[in-house]
């Protein structure tokens, strides 16, 4: 059955390839055969300190990679988010329903805080809270996420029933999928996820085969395998790539030496950073020519923002009615 389904992206820089198995790669899937809303959430990006001169290229970069990786604005909705003010709108709304104890719980809030410390601001607490609004908007019903979001997702089933309770039933219930990859490890330190703000944790989709082959090399593993001992979390992160990334025998190869004992992380490591250059390669250069057609990009974004509006306005009549708002 054809489902509604939303997801999103912050605009921070660049993309890598965690963001892509665990989420885009699944986006580009699910276009195919359900209704699909993607936006560059920028809204969210801004509840951390950023440059402003810096964020229209941000927002286009994460445009372009996106499409470059296969959203195809043709079968999905692609928009920013702060194009589709609705957004901010049901954001506020649901603040009025959400209990604060449930946002102090929050993981993604309580390690955000933890690295920038100065300056918490409040955008920052009720990040999940326009979250819940991005999704139930749309009154999505499937979210195709990292391991990371689904505490968030869990959070905006809670917001729908709480509001459904309160002001009669009108969202629907939403539920996370996770792809098979769904929390790939940061490269310099296998115990935290690969993210944007550990630096050479990650390979972004844009990275030359020379860079991916550096940071797979540097990567972080152990001394080899030893009898009884589980296998390390740098290691099984490296199968993790394999298996997303190089052909079954490939990996069937390396799994059955690392089982006998007669792996060598090295070639392991050299055969990965070819199989990642490989599948990268096609998605850089569609990045490289998407960029040049910024007009192409903008006039797919605007169409996305009237096509998702659309719903956006009908969505908030029916909650404001349902409120009390006249
Ligand atoms: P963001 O921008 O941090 O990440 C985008 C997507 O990439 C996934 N991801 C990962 N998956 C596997 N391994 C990793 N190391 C990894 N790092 C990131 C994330 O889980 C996410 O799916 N709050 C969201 C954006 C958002 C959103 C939404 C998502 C805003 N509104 C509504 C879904 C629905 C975020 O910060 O994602």
């Known amino acids: 059955m054809a489902r509604r389904v939303f997801s999103g992206i912050q605009p921070t820089g660049l993309v890598h390839i965690g963001n892509y198995l665990g989420a885009i790669k699944q986006w580009v899937d699910l276009q195919y055969d359900h209704e699909c809303f993607f936006s560059i959430v920028d809204y969210h990006a801004i509840t951390v300190p950023y440059d402003p001169k810096q964020m229209p290229k ?43 104890g449930r946002l102090s719980h929050m993981t993604q809030f309580k390690e955000k805080s933890r690295m920038f410390r100065e300056g918490i601001n409040a955008g920052l607490f009720n990040y999940p809270i326009l979250q819940a609004a991005d999704i139930l908007l749309y009154k999505a019903t499937l979210v195709p996420v990292g391991e990371d979001q689904v505490q968030h997702i869990e959070l905006t089933r809670d917001i729908a029933r709480k509001f459904n309770t309160t002001f009669g039933e009108t969202f629907p219930e939403v539920e996370p999928r996770l792809s098979e990859a769904p929390r790939i490890m940061a490269l310099s330190d296998p115990t935290k996820k690969m993210s944007k703000s550990i630096p050479g944790s990650y390979i972004a989709l844009t990275d030359s085969p020379e860079k991916i082959k550096e940071q ?28 997303e990334f190089s052909p079954p025998d490939v990996y069937q190869r390396f799994r059955s030496q690392y089982d006998e004992g ?17 599948a990268l390669t096609p998605i850089r250069e569609a990045a490289q020519n998407l960029a040049k057609r910024p007009d192409y990009v903008y006039d797919s974004l605007r169409e996305g923002a009237h096509k998702a509006q659309s719903i956006a306005k009908r969505t908030m009549a029916e909650v404001k009615l349902r409120m009390g708002l006249i």
């Open 216 to 243: 797979i090399m540097k990567s972080v593993t152990d001394s080899g395998p030893q009898k009884d001992v589980p296998m390390g979390a740098g290691i099984a992160n490296l199968f993790m790539l394999m298996q």
């Open 58 to 100: 941000n927002t286009f970069d994460a445009a372009v990679v996106n499409m470059a990786a296969g959203l195809d604005p043709n079968k999905s909705t692609i928009f920013i988010q702060s194009h589709v003010p609705q957004h901010t709108e049901l954001a506020w709304l649901l603040n009025t329903i959400t209990p604060m």
């Open 262 to 278: 007669t792996i060598k992380y090295s070639e392991l490591k050299k055969t990965l950073a070819e199989d990642i250059a490989n």
